[in-house]
């Protein structure tokens, strides 16, 4: 495990804020799009309790009971009013956000590792250890899902890509591959050269963003190819790209930096450490003000993009003593 700072750390004390409540290592982390001026956060972890929490704030909202085994994945509709967890305890389920209620469990024969849910709400996609992928549609939950078979080893993530009508899968065979979703057939492919450790679609759906081995992958979304490959000197366990495209974080697996690119040239701006434990999971908030990290050491952290800027919990001093002098009546300086 790494233990030196790598010599391009960013000397400034950056403080993260963090999110305790979990038991055991945070493995996946998903902001919401805004919705009615907000925004949310979701994480699973070993423990089995995906928790909600304020996207801006980190404040925890709520824990979904319910599963009876690790939780690997955790994703919410794009209204926030759902959330879908993929489970070892060979269930997937679909979760009330505002009861916390569960809506539908589906049973499978093996541990699920990703969920996601159509734009819409309406239907999941899952995969895991059967190396097999399903769709269920939530208005008829009793009806057989579709299924898809092709991969040959575990299915760790999972999209739901709506504006392009497909499911993307990727896993432990090094395949990204691409299922149309109105007859779940395979109609694209991407191959890597290690196992692909995450995926995700970036905010505006232009980008997925994949990590295997020691590279950090940027597919065009319209053609599967690859917009941008980065090649780093650790094993990349999640990358998440800035909104703006101007820069993406990224997390490792064997150590406790997290790591802040140029997006154009690949070049490393920042890194910081925090955590006491290695980074599973890394996502950027959709207004890119801050982003999240999740690690073995059962924290979650947000960080600023702008470290010192005033937004959610942290105010800089001048705003913060003029806060003060408000509050006892007095006029700010």
């Known amino acids: 495990m790494t233990t030196q700072p790598p010599p391009n750390t960013n000397p400034s004390r950056v403080i993260p804020l963090t999110c305790s409540g979990h038991t055991r290592p945070v493995v996946h982390l998903q902001f919401s799009p805004i919705t009615d001026g907000t925004y949310y956060l979701i994480s699973a972890c070993k423990d089995g309790n995906p928790m909600l929490r304020d996207g801006p704030t980190g404040d925890w909202?709520?824990?979904?009971?319910?599963?009876?085994?690790?939780?690997?994945?955790?994703?919410?509709?794009?209204?926030?009013?759902?959330?879908?967890?993929?489970?070892?305890?060979?269930?997937a389920k679909v979760w009330d956000t505002y009861t916390g209620d569960v809506l539908h469990s589906f049973v499978h024969g093996h541990i699920v590792r990703s969920a996601d849910m159509s734009?819409?709400?309406?239907?999941?996609?899952?995969?895991?250890?059967?190396?097999?992928?399903?769709?269920?549609?939530?208005?008829?939950?009793?009806?057989?899902?579709?299924?898809?078979?092709?991969?040959?080893?575990?299915?760790?993530?999972?999209?739901?890509?709506?504006?392009?009508?497909?499911?993307?899968?990727?896993?432990?065979?090094?395949?990204?591959?691409?299922?149309?979703?109105?007859?779940?057939?395979?109609?694209?492919?991407?191959?890597?050269?290690?196992?692909i450790t995450s995926m995700e679609l970036s905010a505006d759906g232009k980008y997925i963003t994949c990590t295997a081995g020691k590279t950090v992958y940027f597919l065009d979304a319209s053609n599967y190819q690859p917009s941008k490959t980065i090649a780093t000197a650790y094993d990349v366990s999640?990358?998440?790209l800035h909104p703006d495209h101007k820069r993406f974080v990224a997390g490792g697996s064997n150590d406790l930096w997290v790591r802040i690119y140029e997006f154009e040239s690949g070049k490393e701006l920042e890194v910081y450490k925090g955590h006491h434990g290695p980074i599973h999971t890394?996502?950027?908030?959709?207004?890119?003000?801050?982003?999240?990290?999740?690690?073995?050491?059962?924290?979650?952290?947000?960080?600023?993009?702008?470290?010192?800027?005033?937004?959610?919990?942290?105010?800089?001093?001048?705003?913060?003593?003029?806060?003060?002098?408000?509050?006892?009546?007095?006029?700010?300086?």
């Open 61 to 91: 909202i709520g824990t979904f009971q319910g599963h009876k085994g690790a939780v690997w994945s955790a994703k919410l509709s794009k209204d926030a009013s759902k959330a879908v967890t993929a489970s070892a305890d060979f269930t």
């Open 119 to 195: 734009d819409d709400g309406t239907r999941i996609v899952s995969g895991g250890q059967e190396k097999k992928l399903r769709i269920y549609d939530l208005n008829k939950p009793e009806e057989p899902a579709l299924e898809a078979e092709g991969h040959e080893s575990t299915i760790k993530s999972v999209i739901w890509d709506g504006e392009r009508n497909v499911v993307l899968s990727a896993g432990d065979d090094k395949e990204i591959r691409v299922w149309d979703i109105r007859n779940f057939s395979q109609v694209n492919t991407f191959k890597t050269e290690h196992a």
């Open 238 to 240: 999640s990358v998440s």
């Open 282 to 333: 890394v996502s950027y908030s959709p207004d890119g003000e801050i982003y999240a990290t999740g690690s073995e050491d059962g924290t979650i952290r947000l960080w600023q993009t702008t470290p010192g800027k005033s937004y959610g919990l942290w105010q800089n001093k001048a705003s913060k003593d003029e806060k003060e002098n408000d509050v006892n009546g007095l006029p700010a300086e």
